[in-house]
């Protein structure tokens, strides 16, 4: 009996101790959970990345046409240039191709027959006033107004009156300018004259130079170049006349027989068979007249105010001695004005694709800003077509004589040729070349400009 007992009592201990013994090997660690319960997660691979593919480029061109093809117009190339690699950068994939044609060529040949087979390029030089009213009609030109609006340009401009059809803007004016005559401060005071502000002080001046053996003014109005003679027509006939003269030939409400118009052509008759313009004058180009004058050969231009990039040029003699002063007071209601505007610049197609229009707005917002409008004063004298422009640095004394000739006008007015018709303005140059040659009267040529007037009226070129 004591055996037994004892023997129960030692397999009680012993199954007390093997008890202990497991408590101490899995203390402190937490229950597994039940089998049914479990789950099991077997590690997954990264997935493989594919390398990072570039996006491909669409690659296009577009031309710009331009008329900088001058040697005087070299500073005004470049400046097209820097503008052409920005906006290259900005517009990936884009190319483009500048095609450089001389103004008039491009003017009346090149982008006329573009215009009427609807091949004109993306970009292209545009002059404001009857070219634009025309090619907006036609269907050609794109509508700036919206994207002004976008690019925050919408009164950023002085005045876009020549490129505005019917309340929408078709054309941007690149620079401005003035007209007037350009001066040889050296040979004035050699000849002891002063600057003239009168038409009587204006001929008193040209007898004065005349008597020293000089040629009062340079002027080169030869075959292809009778615009250039225009331009002093121009100022006299709206001197005599004003402005309201012009403004109402295309309309029929003043004719080119006006009174103003025929003592126009007898002056600038009077000027020729005096010698107060250049004898040679229809032997000339333009380019040459001008050389006449930046060489020291005559004492005055009758040029715009984009002429100083040649007469403050490399090759010019006259550069320190060079001044400016608007048209003298004629006797007219035209007196105190000064030919000027913002009527050359550029238009666009209307037919642009998605990624040409794209390029377009950066072309615009690279070109039209304060900083391309002061170097556009500064390195080509050209006028600013842009509000704002003001601590200018590096100008000219001539740059600043035309900004004085400017500031000092009662107001301006546009070339007549952004009122008329094409074929009015080819007439006039043919009809002034002919009235400087002595072949056709002042009376005559009024005639003619009136007939070449109504026909352009009733045709619409």
């Not at 005045?159 to 505005?164: A, D, G, K, P």
């Not at 130079?209 to 000089?214: E, H, M, R, T």
Request: aromatic fraction near 8%; include cysteine.
């Amino acid at each position: 009996m004591k055996k037994s007992l004892m023997l129960l009592m030692i397999i009680a201990l012993m199954g007390m101790m093997a008890l202990s013994g497991c408590g101490s090997k899995d203390a402190g660690k937490p229950a597994e959970p039940a089998k049914e319960q479990a789950t099991t997660t077997t590690p997954q691979e990264p997935a493989k990345q594919e390398p990072d593919k570039e996006e491909k480029v669409e690659e296009f061109s577009m031309v710009i046409r331009h008329i900088n093809v001058r040697d005087t117009a070299k500073a005004t190339l470049k400046q097209l240039e820097d503008v052409v690699a920005k906006t290259e950068q900005d517009v990936p994939g884009l190319k483009f191709k500048l095609d450089g044609v001389e103004d008039t060529v491009n003017r009346d040949v090149k982008l006329k027959a573009e215009m009427s087979a609807g091949t004109q390029p993306p970009i292209f030089n545009l002059f404001g006033g009857d070219d634009t009213v025309k090619y907006s009609k036609a269907g050609r030109l794109l509508d700036l107004t919206g994207i002004l609006d976008e690019l925050g340009l919408k009164d950023a401009f002085f005045n876009l009156r020549e490129f505005t059809v019917d309340g929408k803007i078709y054309g941007l004016p690149e620079a401005g300018y003035i007209e007037g005559f350009f001066y040889n401060q050296k040979l004035f005071k050699d000849a002891g004259v002063e600057v003239p502000k009168t038409w009587d002080e204006l001929i008193k001046v040209c007898e004065a130079l005349k008597a020293k053996g000089i040629t009062p003014i340079a002027l080169g109005s030869g075959a292809g170049d009778g615009w250039a003679a225009n331009m002093l027509v121009n100022s006299l006939f709206v001197g005599l006349g004003g402005p309201e003269l012009q403004e109402g030939f295309a309309s029929g409400k003043t004719k080119w027989t006006d009174p103003a118009i025929i003592e126009t052509f007898k002056r600038v008759q009077d000027f020729k068979n005096k010698g107060y313009i250049d004898p040679n004058v229809l032997g000339l180009k333009y380019p040459q007249g001008q050389a006449n004058f930046y060489t020291g050969k005559a004492a005055m231009l009758f040029d715009g105010s984009w002429a100083a990039n040649a007469i403050t040029g490399d090759t010019s003699t006259v550069k320190d001695v060079a001044g400016f002063f608007r048209m003298p007071d004629v006797g007219g209601p035209g007196d105190g004005l000064i030919n000027g505007g913002w009527s050359n610049g550029y238009g666009f197609s209307a037919t642009l694709k998605d990624n040409e229009l794209k390029a377009v707005k950066a072309f615009i917002k690279n070109l039209y800003t304060i900083e391309e409008q002061k170097r556009s004063l500064v390195e080509s004298s050209r006028i600013p077509a842009m509000k704002g422009v003001s601590g200018v640095e590096g100008g000219t004394e001539l740059v600043k004589a035309l900004g004085e000739s400017q500031g000092s006008a009662k107001g301006a007015f546009p070339a007549f040729d952004a009122l008329v018709q094409k074929s009015v303005k080819v007439t006039l140059e043919q009809t002034v070349q002919e009235v400087l040659g002595g072949k056709l009267t002042p009376e005559k040529a009024a005639e003619r400009m009136q007939q070449a007037q109504e026909k352009g009226n009733k045709e619409g070129k």
